[in-house]
Structures are given as C-alpha cells and as structure tokens.
C-alpha cells in the first residue's frame, strides 16, 4: 500500500485498518472507508483535480461539502458514468474511478489556459458585443464556443440502475441532522410526534462530528451517538441519512432524495441508486446549517487556498493535514477555531491575517497560547503559486476597507484558510416563500416572515454557538409537535459548554488590490466571475441584481453560487453605493443540490413510461404478430402481415375479405358508458345534436357530440337497452374526454337530475363481424338469439349468447359492410375470438386490424373522429347538418350561430386523383393552381387517403373551402415530389351494403 | 404540490386532482336568445384574478367528483372548498 | 468606441474595459410621453424599438414593474420556429423568424440565433399524420418544412432512444433546418440597448397602478413613481394581462398558468438541435453553455405565483428519459416556472381594445420567445396606425365574439 503523506496518525471518524484502492486519473491511490473522494485525494497530497470553466485554471479542493464549485469529477465509466460530480460528496469505495475534467490533453497542461493569457479580451459577455459578422456566421463562431463550454461529458447508452419514489407524511419533518437538528429531533420524539429526521451526509451528527466541545457532560461525539440511539428506539421517528432535502413546494410539501448506493461500486440487486421521497410534512424545522464565505482577493483560486471551515473538517473528521504550513486569513473569530484545530493536529500555523483591527477575544487568546503569530488589520493581497500555493503576502487594510498600505509581510505556507464569514443555509426557506431579511450586524441573510408551517434553527438561523444551536433546535422541535397536537411538558434542551468569547465580524467583501502585484479576485469560482466582471457589469448598466447574475454568470454553476452569491451581492451594492437589503436577491430555485433526472423519474421508464391497455385478446394479436399503433394507452392491431407480405398487401386482403367473405376486428378498445335513470334520455339529448326521446328499445342511434363551440369532439352509437338503460359507445381514444363531459354537466350543471353514468370500456370484449358471411357466420355460434331482419334490424342490439357465452350483439358497423358487434364479458373475449376464428374458417374469416378497418369507413364515407375533426369542424362541415334538431337547444347549438360559423367553411368532399394509382399524402394541402409558388392559400387538406383494394384506386377525403359546390372542380394536392391534380367527389365511393343501411 | 380536502374523501394531494377552471360561469338561458357577445363571455371570457379565484376542481384519480374551491391564485392558499350547489362563499376584505 | 464590434473589443480591452458606454440610460419618468408600451419584456422592448425606428415616434417610455426581462423573456426555453399550421399564425411566426435572422446585426448585439433545427418527433399514425400536415402547410406557406422518416431522424440525432423496448417507439418527424434557439436575455437587452439609443425612455422598478381615462380615451397611467399622461397605451404584461385589463375595466379570453422549465448541469456537446415531442411531452436543446435546456408542462391551476408541482417535473423527467435514455444520470441543476398567459385557442392577441387609445399584446401562452420581434414589429404598427397590421388582424380581440378564432391546439401538444 502506498503511502498517504498528508494522513494524520490519529484522530478523524476513518478506519485506518482498512484500505481502499481507487483511481484518480489513471493513478492509483489509496485511501480508507469514512473517506470522501476529496479528503482520500488531499491525503494523497493531491491539490490540482480540476479547471475552471471559463479561463481552464487549475483548481483545488475549496470546501468539505455541497458548496464545492471547484472539485468536480467524472465518476464511473460507460453508462454508469456521472459527470460534474463533487469530489467533497463522493464516499470513497474501493475500486472507484474518477477522472478530471474540462482540459486537454491532460489535467496539468491544458491547452484551454490559454483563456486565462488572453481573458482581457474575453471580459464578461464579450459574446454580446462580437461574433456578429459576418452575417450568417455565428452557428460557425457558435461550434467553437461549444467546445470551449461544457464541463462533463454525458455518459453512453442507457442508465442500467433501478431507481424508486417513496410517498411519505409525517408530523416534523427535521432537515440537517446538525446539533440543532438533533436537538429538534429528540424534542418532537420525545413529545410523539412522528418524525422524519434527514440529512445529506452519509453520517448524521453534522458539526458534531468534528465538534470538541462537551455536551451534557459528554464529549460531542458520546452524546451524538447517545442522541442518536434514542431517536433510533423511538419507534415514530425515522433516520434518512443521504438524503438531501431538495425542494420546499407549496402546502409543506418537500422533495428529497436519498442516495441509497452511490457508496457502492454498483447498487446490489434488491436496491435502487436513488430514491425520491415525496414528503407532506405537517410541521417542517430547518436546520441546515451555515456556509463559509470564501474572501475576494487576488489569486484566491489557487490549489490550496481553502474555506477554514474546510481545512479543520478534512482534519479533525478525515485525519487529514490539508497542508503543511497554513496562513488563515480571516474576518471573523470562529474561523479561529480551525487555525487552532489544524495546529493542535500538528499543522504548522504560520500567521492568522485578521481583517479586524485590536483583536482582543478568547479566541485571539486561545490563538496566541499556541504561538500563532497574529497580524491584526491585515489582508491577503496576493498568492505565489500557481498550481499550488507556494506563500501569500499580507498588506495593512486600509479603515474603509477601499485600499491597502505600507509593504507587504510575505509568509510561507502551502494552505492558505480563509473565511469571509457565515451565509446561513436559507435555499429551502427561500423556495418555502419565506422572506429573507438582511442582517448588516452579522453581515448576512436572516429568515424572516414565514409562509408555511416552518421553523428554523441553529446556524441557519445565524446561531453559530453549538449551545445556542442546541437550545434553538430544541425549542423548535418541541414547538413543531406542539402544532400537531403533541403537548406534554417541554423536553429539555442539551446543555453545552459555552463557547468562546468572539468579537464581531467586520465585513469584508472585497480585498483592495495591491499597486504592485494585480490578479483576478473570483467570486464564482467554478464560472471564472470575478470582481472586475461584476464592476464592469455594473459600469456597463446591468445593476439589477438579476442583470447582473444573468450578464456575468455569477451563481450560476453547478454549485449555484453557494460560496459565491453573497460576495457578488454585496460587491455589487458597495459598487452601487447601495444598501445590500435594498437591492434585493437573486431566486433560491430548487433543487438545493443537483438530482439526477433518474431519480426524478423513478420507475416511470420504458415500458411503465405509460401503461399499456390490454383487451381480452390482446395476447392473439401479439402471438400472430400484428403490427400495433398506439391509441391513447391503447395498442391496437394495425395489420396482421402474413410472412412475406408488405403492409399494403397485408391491409388489402384484409378489406377484400370484410367486402367479400367476413372479416373480424377486436373493437373492444371502443368507449363504453352505460347510462341509467329515467333521465337518460335528457342527457342524450343535451349532449347528442339529434333527438333521442322515440327511440324504440332494442335500438340505436349514430350521434355527434359538440363542445359549446359548436366543434365536434366525439362521435359514436348509442343503444336503448331498456327505458331508462342506455349504451352509449365512443371513440377509443375519446372515452375519457365524453366521459368527463358527461361527468361535468351532470354534476356541476344537471345536480338533480335522476341518472347514473358508468364507464364499462373494460368490463366488456368486443368483436366485431363484418361481411356479406357475417350473418352466417354468427348464425352458426348463436344460441336464444333471433337473427332475422324482423328481430335483429340494422341499428338493432339483441342479447343472447354467442359460442355459448352471454352475449349483447348489435347490428352495427364502420365498414358498410352487413356487420355485428358482439359484445362479451371482457374475461371471455379470447374465448369468443377464438370460436368466431374457428366456426369462421369455413367462410375464410381474417383478421383485420385499424388500417383495413379505416380504408373500408373512407370507401363509404364515414368519418372518423381526428381524421375528418380537429377540433375546428361542425357537423354541417362534415354534411352532417341533418343530425342538428332544430326544435331543442343542445350543447353546441349556440356556438354554431356564430357569424364566423356561418361563412364559407372548409367542407368535406371527396377527392379522386387523375391517376387512379397515386395516393394523397394524408394532410396534403389543397391547392388552386397546377403550380405551387408559396406562399399560396391553401384551400384545405386532405383528412383521409387510401388504397382501396375493393374499388381499385386510391380515394380520399378531403375538407376544402366551399367544397361541396364544388363537384367536379379541378384542384392539385401537394405530395412529397410536387403536386398531384384531383377532382373533388362526393364524399362517398361505395354505398353501404344492403344490409347494412 | 398543493394538499386538496376533497369534500367527499378528505385531505389528497394534488396529483389526484385536475384543476377545471373558473366556478360559477352560468350558461346563458335560453341560448339561442344570448347576443354573440354574451356567448363569447361565457365561452371565453375569464376574470383571471391575481388573488382569490373560485375554481372548479374534479377528484378525477379518486372519486371522480367536481367541487369548488376559493384559493389565492398568488400565495396558493386554499381559503373554501363547497360542493356545487352549495352557496358561494364571500370574499373577505 | 461604443458599436459593439471585435476591433472595439480589442481596443476596450486596451483601455481596461473602462469606456464602454451604459447600455440604457436609468432615466426619471417626464410627466407625459407620447406612447406609454407597459411591459419591459421582450415584446415591449421590441415594440418600442420599432416604434422609433420604423415609425419616427421618439416620445416612448417603456415602464417595467421589475427588471428588464425579468418575466417570461428570461424564463423560457428560447425555441425560435415558424412551423405553424395555420396560414395565419405562420404569417406571424414566419415574419418573426425572418426578423430574427438579421436580429443581431439590427440591434448590434448578439442575440446568438443559433438555427441548429427544430425536430418534432412523430410516435403514433395520428402524429405522423398531423406533423406531415404541418409540413404540407408550411411549404404552401413559403415556410421551411421537412418531413424525415425514423432512420433520417435517427441519422439527425442519434442519441434519441430508437431501442426495441421504446414504449413510444419513432415513426418520423418534422424538421425545420432555419429554428433553432436564441439567447433569451440578450433579446431583451438588445432591443433595450438599441431602444435606448433611439430616445427611448425605459423605465425599470415602475409598476402601474391605475389606467387613466377620460370618457372611453386612455389618457395615462398611475404608476408607482408617480402618474404620467400617455397619448397611446401598449399593454404587453403576459402573465399579468389579466390585472391590466381589469384596470381597463374589461375582461380577456386568458388564464394564467404556471410554466416550468429546467436545465440540466453544463456538459460538453451532445445535443445538436431542438428536440420536441408532443405525445412524450417534452422538448429539449443545449444551450451553449452546455446545459440542457427542458421544457416542462403547464399546471392546470392558474397561478400568479411563479411556481409549480414537483409532479410536473417529474413528469417531465421520465418523458426525457424516455427520449434520451442516456441522459438517465444527469442531473437537474436548477427549475424555474413562468406565468404563462394561455388564450383559449392557443394565439396571441394583438389588438385595440374596447378603451380608446389602449391596445393589448398578450395570450402568447407556452410560446411567446420566437415571436418577439415579430410580435413588437406589428404591435408597434397597431398601435400607430390605430389598425391592426395586416399580420396581425387576425389576432383582434373581436374574433371571440365572431367565432373567426385560430385554433392552433393541434399545431403541438407541447405548444412553444
């Protein structure tokens, strides 16, 4: 095992008896189980792992967490691979591959620096102002760009990993399993309520896991691991560690997602990846903590300079030494207490460089015992190094903080620890509709009104004392379950040890440059903004903070400004000369964190992208291997190729033996709705264009349904079953539109009325019969079951029982062809398809499937919904006008009175090309001239055009303006080689057969 | 993802239910009396409000009922929800 | 020194990028203008452009209750196409897109129209019919139309999902070569900054509180830096028409939805067109920066709230997945959502209206961004002339009495 040079000999939450092999672009390292990616790679003493987007520098690890926007990584290979993954989050599992990013040829010379030689002629939104000409250029200037853009690469091929959702409610929802979020935790358990305790890291106890302090008498890390035990007893509270809350939706609705085997090489078989929570929380306590702010000063991107916070977190939980000898330059006391864990873990301290003047604290006292050099009203004005920090120099700051004087102190070190102060983790707040209130005492943004049933706690709240965390999560936890009901006496709150004395922040947002050495001052690091872009944003007149995000970039990488966006706010209103509170703040917009599409997804993937409806003959098509088309969720038949037969063939045997023996077809995907009350008839003749009230029982009815517009939407027959018992039939693809129709007027409109409507689609397997044998053909299956014209008229439905099933057999067809619809119970449908299939062999029965069934409707002139209708065509469009009454109102009615409605209107017609053999392009549009020079006004399209096999040409159904004065008339049909001459026909090319009209 | 008490089922989520527009537009009677622009108002006219609006909502993954619900169309707050039939509640100012 | 060019590139850089003039000027409101335009997005910074430009007005405002472009001109996914189907939507959209090509170099800005092609994807019989429909239509049209078969479409962007397993396997698409995306923001700061040197007054931060009138005549406008007299209003809010129009004391065809959109985190390049399926529901480019830029549904609830449901994100996530099944583990970086403005027939309303002096440009729904300068273009001409632009005139608001609408429901189940 190789050595890891920067790993401490004790102390951290590792297991230093186990080593874990992985690999770092192509090399092999080593590291331990409790590793992240990060602290493995800086206890291999690795500093550069990635380039900056814009000028490719070199960059090292900034942070320990979330907030990374430097350490990003390709993770994985082929189609598992995951780019721009932060290094801070991997937990290091042996046999991991990673590899860096965004350079060429190779992470330490890449070729893309050169944007770094040449970034004064790339300022900010330098893409606005050129690349302009010549005109017609830009897609040129736009591949080049491209390139240069981008971080990681997508992977190859399909996802292989599971991934699950998982709908969850509770009581308290508890984000951040910090010592505030903790504290909330035990109090709302303690008083009942039932609640969910999440946390993105892999371990619970945040801060506390690296915290020295005493608890309850206790060091932090016993009473986590107590606090933890009994939360874990409580049978009402739940534990979600890698889970990060991503996502606060209206009516305390969050999404989270937990990360159920990223830590593995590959998710074992019984689990998934990733699993969405999809969480009602009654109550919701916050406590998520603070970030770090980096300091603005020139070269503050080099590998090596590093958020304090950071640096005492790889120490003291990952047992590893960031560096040798570290400077920690800094506003603020609690950075302090890095500067000090790093020292007492052997890290040479070289100086702290305080912003503040006199500072006189307990920490500055704690600092001084250990013999750290202080230099107070100081700053970091430059950084040697270039692929690794080789030293700083400090400079006297200015009191205006606006310049810095006198000579700069140079001070060795290979880490430099900075800390610009704390922006409490406010984003699920924010997205809460919770207001933000600037606090310039503590110099950042404070929760203020809430909108929804939330509570903040701890460092989010601005609270950065672990007492004062305590207390806070405890209060607020215990309140949470006291708003859902859970009184009984106030738990009481963990006491710890009261922290350090700590003078206040000076707010430093922006360190002067120096006359003598320059050097870009970032503030988004991982989209290479820097001070002087923001400025010159500014200079230029985008101040909206918006504008300003928007121009520059900033806050708008991968990291989404966590470390970033504070520092841009504040150099943008000290440029202004402006409050910060009153230039407001950019959009918290979720997720928190980046979630993969999979786990948004689920197992809503491939075939349960959609569900797939089935009839009770589904299993013959697929045996026989039909075709199948998608209709709605629907697969329906579209042909049933025989071997060797193309389509055309296959569909025009197909409707020969439906005109000339008898074909079958599986309609049982037709809307179904059984109507019942003695109101019935009232609906029918709302809802239908025609009268409903005479018709006979026994019998039915071909209606057209208009929505208030006056368009038609659904068409469809309907049967009188009884007096007050209707079957009403619609398309497939419209049974749920009619049904909710139906639905809405009757519950919203027609509340009194007597009846009752049931959608039986599923309940019942059609097959229907069509052909000059079909008479015969059902003859021979029948069983109590008068056949006969007097019995069983055309528009006629009888019940018997059909191959020995009970049977509803209607004398009803779309072909115009003598035709039945037998309808069975669904779970009996293969049995009669398979005994019509059987008695029908002897008069050469065939399967058809949608497109025969479409071609033999167009040879007669049926319309078919979607086809002839789009949604703009009335019943008299379609010649349809004798199925308007005229002595009642019905939906629709009005809607046709409309002047527009009575102009001149694209009518439907026929259409038959000069050479019989060429068939119209369904949509086709219709023209006026031999000669096609658009733009040209179309006199309408073609809705339907086939082959008819029968007829021995191509016919076509077409609406055209004016159509049906226009008998005769030559028109020309564009097709995809150019334009085809027609005559417009009636719309018919076959009359119905005798038995069938 | 707003949280729905469905007037027959109790508390859903959202997901459950299809949001249908704006309550409480009356169909001109009789119809064939209305002026075009009195049907225009009622085929397309919407008051729109940025604050409360009353809305038709239907159950339609569960029980399959249309009520009415009073919510701010700016905060998302649900302020009423009645069945149809019953009376409108009044706005408070 | 202050044409935007790359020799004054050069030379800024010289001079430390010190002297590039502001790109709009932060003037105080005057007490009267001559033409009020109400909206500072992009179609009202467009419309006020061409009122300068090809109408000679000088005396505009354009007062924006925000910041410039801060609605749905920097919220929506950037499609830019024409490939409408009806003859006249495509006028409108066709107008727009010729406008767009020469958009950068009229407003000397860089608005980055990138015609990398629109492909809608055909899944079912019914789509292959209604796309080629569109197809058809659009070549009458004078309109750039191609229908491609599943192995073109798989030649043109291979890395849709074209496995056995598809639950919604390809059956072809249209393509239009000359769509593509735009930079939205640059749109909006563009037509600003050249607005701006016009003499147009743009005004960020004022919202209106009151429509002035004087009989049936508008006259001006409360707002909240103070009230300024106005010969002519042009109201182009989107979202927010509905509470113009109130003040105007009418009602409008229009409900307010929330529209979210989604990118992913920035990649190299994968994707080399524009991606649109209705019957998947879900339409998908890459922005030049890398990100995947996604299109995700409208809510059924109108909403003012600038949010929506997570559900419709998922929703949308599984749709792309199914279209890219290689796109499974990428992340989604960031979501965001719209108030989207939809008109019952899915068109926009350019109009006068029942207030003398008072016109509306709204209802442009899912898909306002490619019609912007387009929609400014005729609005501007409306608005001077006190009739609609020829363009324009089936887009009046008397079509809803009339029954005359342009139903464009058809023309994309995911309209944009």
Known sequence: MSSQPFRLATGGRIDRQRALCFRFDGQVYWGHPGDTLASALLANGVRLVGRSFKYHRPRGILAAGVEEPNALVRLGEGARAEPNTRATQVELFDGLVAESQNRWPSLAFDAGQAGDLLSALLPVGFYYKTFMRPKGWWERYERLIRQAAGMGRAPQGADPDRYAKMHAHCDVLVVGAGPAGIAAALAAGQRGARVVLADEQA???????????????????????????????????????????????????????????????????????????????????????????????????????????????????????????????????????????????????????????????????????????????????????????????????????????????????????????????????????????????????????????????????????????????????????????????????????????????????????????????????????????????????????????RYTTAGLGTDQGKTGNINTLAIVAQKLS????????????????????????????????????????????????????????????????????????????????????????????????????????????????????????????????????????????????DQHHFHMTTTSGGASTVMNWLEEWLQTEWLNWRVRFTSVTEQWAVAAIAGPSSRALLKDLAENLDLSDEALPFMGVSEGRVAGLPARVFRIGYTGAQSYEINVAASHGMALWLALLAAGEKYGITPFGTEAMHVLRAEVGFIAVGHETDGTVTPDDLGLARLCKTSQDFLGRRGLARPALRAERKQLVGLLTDHPKTVLPMGGQVIDRAELRPPHPSLGHVTSSYWSAHLGRSIALALIKGGRARQGERVWVTNDGGLAPATIAPARFLAPAEAAR | MLLLHCPYCGPRWEQEFQCRGEAHIARPEPAAEASDATWAAYLYLRSNPKGLHYERWQHTHGCRRWFNVLRSTLTHEIVAIYRPGEPKPELKR | MSRYSAINLLRNALGGHRHWPVVWRDPAPKPRYEVVIVGGGGHGLATAYYLAKHHGIRDIAVLEKGWLGGGNTGRNTTVVRSNYLNDESGSLYELSLKLWEGLSQELNYNVMFSQRGVLNLAHTEHDVQSLRRHVFANRTQGIDAEWLSADEVRAFCPILNFSPGARFPIRGGSLQRRGGIARHDAVAWGFARAADRLGVDIIQNCEVTALKREGDRIVGLETSRGEIAAGKVGVVVAGHCGVLAAMAGFRLPIESHPLQALVSEPLKPVLHTVVMSGLVHVYVSQSDKGELVIGAGADTYNSYAQRGSLGIIEGTAHALIELFPCFSRLRMLRSWAGIVDICTDVSPIISKTPVAGLYFNCGWGTGGFKATPGSGFVFAHTIVRDEPHPVAAPFSLDRFTSGAIVPEHGAAAVAH
């Open chain 1, 203 to 549: 371990e619970l106890g945040g801060g506390l896991l690296a915290a020295a302090s005493l608890i309850d008498g206790q060091s932090a890390g016993d009473w986590l691991a107590l606090a933890l035990a009994t939360l874990r007893a409580m049978d009402q509270v739940r534990l979600l560690p890698r889970t990060t809350a991503f996502g606060y939706y209206d009516h305390n609705f969050l999404g989270l997602v937990e990360r159920v085997s990223d830590h593995l090489a590959a998710p074992p078989a019984h689990l998934p990846r990733h699993r969405l929570w999809k969480l009602r929380a009654r109550q919701v306590v916050l406590a998520t903590g603070a970030l770090e702010r980096p300091l603005v000063f020139a070269d503050n991107d080099r590998p090596g300079v590093m958020l304090a916070g950071a640096a005492a977190t790889y120490a003291t939980r990952y047992g590893v030494r960031s560096g040798k000898r570290a400077v920690l330059f800094t506003n603020n006391s609690e950075a302090y207490g890095a500067a000090i864990a790093l020292a007492d873990a052997g890290v040479q301290l070289t100086a702290i460089v305080d912003a503040r003047e006199d500072v006189r604290d307990d920490w500055a006292a704690r600092a001084r015992e250990r013999g750290i050099r202080l230099l107070a009203g100081q700053a970091v004005v430059a950084v040697e190094g270039r692929r690794q920090v080789a030293g700083v120099r400090a400079m006297r700051l200015g009191p205006g903080a606006d310049q810095v004087t006198g000579l700069p102190a140079r001070l060795e070190c290979d880490l430099l620890m900075m800390s610009g102060g704390y922006s409490p983790t406010l984003h699920l707040y924010a997205q809460s509709g919770g207001r933000l209130v600037w606090d310039p005492l503590r110099a950042c943004q404070l929760p203020g009104e809430a909108r929804q049933a939330v509570h903040v706690a701890g460092a989010a709240r601005g609270s950065l004392e672990l007492a004062q965390a305590l207390v806070e999560g405890t209060a607020a936890g215990a309140q949470a379950a006291a708003e859902c009901g859970f009184a009984g006496a106030l738990p009481e709150a963990p006491q710890a040890e009261p922290a350090p004395a700590a003078a206040s922040l000076r707010p430093l947002w922006l360190v002067p440059l120096s006359q003598s050495s320059g050097g870009k001052r970032f503030v988004d690091l991982q989209n290479d903004v820097t001070a002087a872009d923001l400025m010159l944003a500014t200079r230029e007149g985008y101040r909206a903070i918006e504008h300003v995000k």
């Open chain 1, 578 to 721: 402006a409050d910060i509170a009153g230039l407001g703040h950019t959009t918290y917009r979720p997720p928190y964190t980046p979630v993969s599409f999979a786990a948004l997804a689920g197992q809503d993937r491939a075939p349960l992208h959609e569900p797939v409806r089935r009839t009770g003959m589904q299993g013959w098509h697929e045996e026989r291997g039909a075709e199948f088309e998608p209709v709605g969720q629907w697969r329906r038949p579209h042909h049933y190729p025989r071997p060797g037969e193309s389509m055309h063939e296959a569909v025009a045997r197909e409707c020969l033996a439906v005109r000339q023996a008898v074909g079958v077809v599986d309609a049982s995907t037709l809307g179904k709705i059984d109507i019942q009350g003695p109101d019935s008839p009232k609906v029918l003749n709302w809802v239908y264009t025609n009268a409903w009230d005479r018709l006979p029982i026994g019998r039915c009815r071909y209606g057209l349904m208009l929505n208030e517009e006056g368009m038609v939407f659904d068409d469809g027959v309907t049967a009188r079953l």
